[in-house]
């Protein structure tokens, strides 16, 4: 049985990501088309897989996600995301996303998604990822509730099995 590599500070992981809403990623009323966010958060929370593993990732899921607000052409999308909890071979990201006005610098939580992630080997099989070290009380937080996460998802993807 493979090995686990040393675990890792959250800290490690912590990623942001930022792009300029322009008139090519907006829908005819002019805010962001949903699906361009959605990109954005998987982009953001690879980034902070990738950091963790340290090897090639793969999305697995995308098990929640919400539209708080739309956001306006010119709008900054800001997307900060890290690693919430390994479970062996695949891990659960947070991503939080802001929206910048940049005429009058405020700033909106408009997002948050939970997504997992798988680290492969060059050969495409599954590798064993370091575990995180959750070091504050927020941190420890989201380390406990992705492990409720986490079960719930087993349990859908089972319900889903069954009706196949």
Same mark, same amino acid.
Request: proline fraction near 11%.
């Given at each position: 049985m493979e090995?686990? =590599?040393?675990?890792? =500070? @959250?800290?490690?992981? @912590?990623?942001?990501?930022?792009?300029?809403?322009?008139?090519?990623?907006?829908?005819?009323l002019g805010t962001l088309f949903?699906?361009?966010? !959605?990109?954005? @958060?998987?982009?953001a929370g690879s980034l902070a897989a990738a950091r963790h593993a340290r090897s090639?990732? @793969?999305?697995?899921?995308?098990?929640? !996600?919400?539209?708080?607000?739309?956001v306006k052409i010119g709008q900054l999308v800001v997307l900060k995301s890290s690693v919430n909890r390994v479970f062996r071979t695949s891990m659960e990201v947070g991503v939080k996303v802001w929206v910048?006005?940049?005429?009058?610098?405020?700033?909106?939580?408009?997002s948050s998604a939970y997504l997992t992630f798988v680290a492969l080997s060059r050969d495409g099989n599954r590798i064993v990822l370091p575990q995180v070290i959750p070091e504050t009380e927020e941190e420890k *937080? *989201?380390?406990s509730e992705a492990g409720e996460r986490r079960a719930y998802r087993l349990q859908l993807k089972e319900r889903a099995l069954k009706r196949d």
């Open positions: 090995e686990a =590599p040393p675990p890792k =500070p @959250v800290r490690d992981s @912590v990623s942001e990501y930022s792009e300029l809403t322009l008139p090519n990623d907006a829908n005819s949903g699906g361009k966010l !959605m990109q954005y @958060v998987d982009l090639p990732i @793969v999305t697995a899921s995308v098990d929640y !996600m919400t539209f708080l607000r739309p910048e006005d940049l005429r009058n610098g405020e700033i909106d939580h408009i *937080r *989201r380390h």
